[in-house]
Structures are given as C-alpha cells and as structure tokens.
C-alpha cells in the first residue's frame, strides 16, 4: 500500500512537472528568445484554464455555457483565447522598456484575477467552474493518472519539437537577435515591434494550454488557483534555474522546482500544526534561497543557452563567457 | 542619391544638428569629419531612420524617406554601422551575419513548421553567402564563437560583414577605425574600396583617423555645431582656415 501511494505521488508530481514545463517554454519564448519580461503569466494561464472549462463543461445555471464540446476543442480555445488576450496587451505594452513591461502586465493579470472572481456570468465567481471532464477520467483512479499522464506528455513533447525547431529556424534567430541589441536588429531591417507581439502572442498560447491542461487535470478551477506566486514566479524561477534560452532547461527547472516545491510541502505538513503554517514560509525561502544560489554560482542556470543547433559540438560549443 | 534638405535635429532646445544640407552623389565614398559633438553620429541616425528630424527633409534615390523607420530604409538599400558595436552578442559570428538577408522564408513561424523543406533550402544559400563574407573579412576561424567574445576591431569587421549580407546601395560606416589596429586598419580601408569598386556601394563614413579619409575619401564633408562647414576634396578642406578653426578652436584638442 505505501509503494502504491508512492507510485500515485510519483505519477502527480510528473503530470505537474509536465504541465509547469509548458507554462516554462512559452516563457522562454517571451524571454529566453525573445527578451519580453512578462511577469503576467498567471493571467494567460486563467485565460486558458476558463476558456476550456467552458467550452467542455456541460450546460451549467447561472453562467455562460458550458458547451459541451470535446476537451481537445477546449484546449485549442484556450490557445486561442490566451493569443487573443495578448494581443491588445502586447500591442500597448511592448513598447515599455524591459522593467515597466514586467509592471504592466503584473498589473494586467491581477486584473484578469479580479474581472474572474467578479463575473460570475462568465466564470461561476469565487466559487469557480468544476466538473470540468478529464480525459480518461472515467477510468480507476490510478489509470486514469496514468492516462492523463500520457496525455500530458505527448502535448509536451510536442511542443517541445515545435518551439525548438523555432529556436535553431531564422524567426528563433531573428529573436535572439533582436534580444541582443534591438537597434542594430532595427539597422538590419527587422520589424521589432511586429516580431515582439508574435513572440509575446506564441508564448501566451502556451500559458493558456499549460492553463487548460492544469484545469482539466484538476477537474475544477477556481480563482485561488491564479495565484501570482505559484503560477506567475514559480515559473520564472524554473525558467531561471533551468537555463533561460534553453527549452531543455526550462522543462529541467521545471522538474527540479516542482521537485523541490512539492516534496518539500509533504515535509512541513508532517509537522505539529502549530509549526505547519509557519513552516509554509520556509518553503518559499528555500526556492528562494535556491534561485539565490544559481544565480551567484550558475547565473547561465543549470543548461546554459546553446550556440546554433549543429555547431553545438565546436570547441566553443561550451560557453565560457 | 542622398540628399538632405535643412536638417535640423532638436533635443528639446539643444540643437544637435542644425540646418544640415549636402549631397551624396552615387559610387562615392563621402567622409564625413568634424569636431566631437559637430552632430555627425546624430545625422546618421537621421539618415538612417532611428530618429526624425525636427525638420528639414530627406530624399533617397528621389524618393522622401524623411519619416521611414529604419527597418523601413534598410529594405530600400540604406544599412548603417554603429560607432559602439552592436554585435548581438549571444550569437555565434556566423548567426550574425545570417541573421541579415531580408525576407528569409524562415522569419515565419509557420513556414518553419510547415515548409521546412524551403526553409532549409534558402538557409543553405543563406549559411553559404555567410561563410564566403567571413572569409572575405578573414574572420572564419572565429565563425562559431559567441560575437560578444570577438575583439573589438574584429566586431567592427563583422558589423561591415553585415552591410555585405544584403544588396546595399548606401552604407553609412561610423567610425569603423575607432579601435582598430593598424594591421586590421589597412584590411578594412582595402575592404571598403573592394566593395566601392567592384560592388558599387556609396558610403558615407564618420571619421577622426585622417590617414584613412585622405586614403579614401572624396568628397569630405566638414560638420560643426550642427552644419556643414565646408565641402570638397580633402586637400581643399584641410587647408580651409574654418575647419582649422572648428577644430583647434576646440579647447579639447581632439585635432583627429
């Protein structure tokens, strides 16, 4: 019995790490190609995470829909809705230089929190939209977790492949360039504007599916799930930690983080109650304390930005800058 | 080709440039000099489309450019370089200058999921033309090193490489002596007459390293304060007592 609930925990853990993953390469689109800090993630997450909750509930009192569609035509609505949030976003806000851009779009996805919880026509409320279907949820527990699991996995390699292939083609190239040094880009006939609101729409539609994946696994979304500092920093901590610029490393920031986040909550839940709320905050302190670690001893992360697809193997392939 | 009509640049109140006009006849390679702070850097950026002008205008082959972007201009044959050199650092020597060719099927992200094939095919040509540039500039045995480690005269080489990735009429070249030693000095002065000559690029170059404006340059153009002081062959504006004055006038000494 205690290695069946090791199993169960080792298969939950791997379907969050999966879907963090997503939410870690659609901002390293925005960031480790691009260089566009969004510190909103959380709000193109809840766009996901609604959108294909409506679109694949049944009929519900109260509230728009739902529509009772099959849950892969809500996951890419989700996409869409999320690109289509982003983009009057990006429009307005990716002309702030680097810090403000991160101040505006905090703000925008605390706005999309507070538009969520007060809407109950759209979004059921406070008390969010459940009975979301999962897929393979009809299933025994277990196989059902190993089902998604599955699932999960496959949108995740997928997507891997798709934003690599971006990474080493001109556009990755092109972002990366643009990243580097935006007036020499401008001097080479670039369309910076245009190029940063197509990286910011991109990367947004992989937060809205990493939201959808995440609503659809957990059955039900509320607005307690868009919290700023599991679904906005946590992220950027992944990123950060893996190697931004590199989607290997943003899926192996993700795992690790996720690790350490996760484990370290069955640790402090074991503890007397009257140290387990004080104990949360020490959970926080050691990712921060981790971050902290990387970025003085790694500041790279753990897989630094590789140099052009094939060269990878020249004498410099490993950077010693 | 060029031709700048009154050019007046004004940073609220301060005039960088001020009432600027002269032409630029095709084939030529125009240097322009003057004192630090004559407003040379500031015209080139109003020629290039990074800033507008106040007022005044700009014709590029007998079209008004004056409220193009620059990535606007770049796709009309103008391509500048920079003074500080912006390599993009975190790419390879090569990526650099691959990154420049214009409308490459690649640059859209779905014909990188959906026609790779193409993709691929316009990259090769695209590598190819990259390896025959750092050749050219002697800078293959760095191709595969991060840009942001090259040496400084080695940025400036790749930063010409880049005018020659795409079909340039008019490069704009600041100071690309600056920094560079003498040995790489001569190369570059070669490079820059090869690609006058043979492939028919006008430049215009800022610069203070007088050796090189003689060995190059006709006509030279003499800013300061804003406008152009004299304009003629070098001898002409050497011996000319104001641009004797613009400089020496300056308590800086910055004489060349």
Not at chain 1, 9 to 26: D, R
Not at chain 1, 254 to 282: G, M, N
Not at chain 1, 308 to 318: A, L, P
């Amino acid at each position: 019995m205690e290695l069946l609930g090791l199993v169960n925990y080792a298969l939950f853990m791997a379907i969050f790490i999966c879907i963090y993953a997503l939410l870690a390469l659609g901002l390293n689109i925005q960031w480790g190609f691009a260089g566009l800090f969004n510190a909103g993630i959380a709000g193109f997450f809840a766009v996901g995470a609604y959108t294909s909750a409506i679109i694949s509930t049944p009929p519900a009192d109260g509230r728009i829909g739902g529509f009772d569609l099959h849950f892969v035509v809500g996951w890419i609505a989700a996409m869409l809705a999320a690109a289509l949030v982003a983009w009057p976003i990006g429009k307005i806000c990716l002309r702030f230089r680097s810090d403000y851009l991160a101040i505006a779009t905090i703000g925008i996805a605390e706005i999309i929190r507070l538009v969520i919880k007060s809407e109950p026509a759209l979004t059921n409320g406070a008390r969010g939209i459940s009975s979301i279907p999962r897929p393979a949820g009809d299933l025994a527990y277990m196989e059902s977790q190993i089902a998604y699991l599955v699932i999960v996995l496959a949108v995740l390699i997928a997507v891997y492949f798709l934003v690599e292939r971006q990474f080493n083609a001109p556009w990755g190239r092109m972002m990366r360039a643009i990243r580097d040094n935006e007036d020499a880009a401008k001097a080479m006939g670039k369309n910076v504007e245009f190029r940063r609101l197509e990286a910011f729409i991109f990367g947004a539609a992989l937060m809205g599916l990493g939201g959808a994946l995440f609503a659809h696994f957990n059955r039900s979304i509320t607005p307690e799930a868009i919290d700023p500092m599991v679904a906005t920093f946590l992220i950027w901590i992944m990123l950060i930690l893996g190697g931004s610029g590199n989607n290997r490393g943003a899926i192996l920031g993700a795992a690790v983080v996720w690790i350490i986040w996760s484990v370290s909550e069955i640790a402090t839940d074991r503890l007397p109650t009257e140290y387990a709320v004080q104990a949360k905050y020490i959970r926080l302190f050691l990712i921060g304390l981790m971050l902290q670690l990387v970025l003085r001893f790694r500041p790279e992360g753990l897989l630094p930005e590789p140099l052009r697809g094939d060269q990878r193997v020249t004498k410099s392939g490993t950077d010693q800058s | 080709m060029l031709e700048l009509d009154q050019l007046v640049m004004d940073f609220s109140g301060f005039k960088a440039v001020n009432g600027c006009s002269f032409r630029v006849e095709e084939n030529s390679i125009t240097g322009l000099i003057g004192p630090n702070g004559a407003g040379k850097t500031t015209l080139f950026n109003l020629i290039a489309g990074a800033l507008q002008p106040t007022s005044g205008s700009i014709r590029f082959l007998g079209e008004d450019v004056t409220n193009l972007a620059s990535h606007q201009l770049f796709h009309k044959g103008l391509v500048r370089t920079f003074q500080i050199p912006h390599e993009f650092h975190k790419l390879t020597a090569l990526e650099n200058l691959m990154m420049v060719p214009p409308s490459q099927p690649g640059e859209s992200l779905f014909a990188n999921w959906l026609a790779w094939g193409r993709v691929k095919s316009s990259e090769h040509d695209v590598e190819r033309k990259a390896y025959e540039t750092l050749e050219f500039l002697e800078l293959s045995h760095v191709a595969h090193e991060r840009a942001g480690n090259l040496s400084g005269g080695q940025k400036k080489l790749l930063e010409l490489g880049r005018t020659m990735m795409t079909d340039a009429k008019l490069v704009l070249l600041d100071e690309p002596a600056a920094g560079v030693n003498r040995t790489l000095l001569r190369k570059l002065e070669a490079k820059i007459e090869i690609l006058n000559k043979e492939r028919g690029y006008t430049f215009i170059l800022i610069e203070h390293d007088m050796e090189m404006i003689e060995k190059l340059c006709d006509p030279v153009v003499c800013m300061a304060e804003g406008r152009v002081l004299i304009q003629g062959d070098f001898q002409t504006v050497r011996s000319d007592p104001q641009v004797l004055e613009a400089y020496l006038g300056e308590t800086t000494g910055d004489a060349a």
